[in-house]
């Protein structure tokens, strides 16, 4: 299941940001003004500024972490919010072990230095490693979550391949194999776009977000 998780980690990432902006499923949000020590509400619990801000880091961590400034907005963070809590509620486990082999893979795999992790954490993001342990495992639940609602399962068949390219190519040459592999990607992964916008909107709309 780990081994999965690993394969799959860029391209889960990348399909809760973009299909989240795309679908605009920030519009099922409700917005009070409450000055309140909690962040909001979803599935009828309230969520600590605490939980909203470590969903916050989370973020930037594992989604911003290759180059990019960016910081997770508020919609984004609420999702992930949602989806903790889905997780927690399908009652889905992280282990250590994967909690240390997600932590080895982003740390040098097998030249995993210990020393420069630790330095990395206190001096870099400013945490304890116990803090950030614990952010990974939320980060492989929700990936859990994800793979195991089977999102990304979308078979593509020949005649979507061949429609897609003649609608793209009006010339009428003939689709080579390496074009097929190309289209056959393409289409998956804008199925599985399409399936994980319509899923977690779903989840949006039965948690009945309440944000203070």
Known sequence: ??????????????????????WGASSALISQNKATSYAGEAFGRRVSYKEYKDISDMLNIFTFSEGNAAHADDSSIWLHVVLKREAERNKIRVTDEEVRDQIRQMFGGENFDSRRYEHWVQNVLRSNARSFEELTREFIRIQKL???SDLQNNEVTEEEIK???????????EIDEE????????IALEKAKQRFAEWSTGLIRDARIVKY
């Open 146 to 148: 994800i793979l195991s």
């Open 1 to 22: 299941m780990f081994k999965t998780l690993q394969k799959h980690t860029k391209t889960v990432v990348w399909i809760l940001v973009a299909a989240f902006v795309l």
């Open 179 to 186: 074009s097929k592999k190309e289209y056959r990607r393409k």
């Open 163 to 173: 429609t897609r390219y003649a609608a793209e190519n009006p010339s009428g040459k």
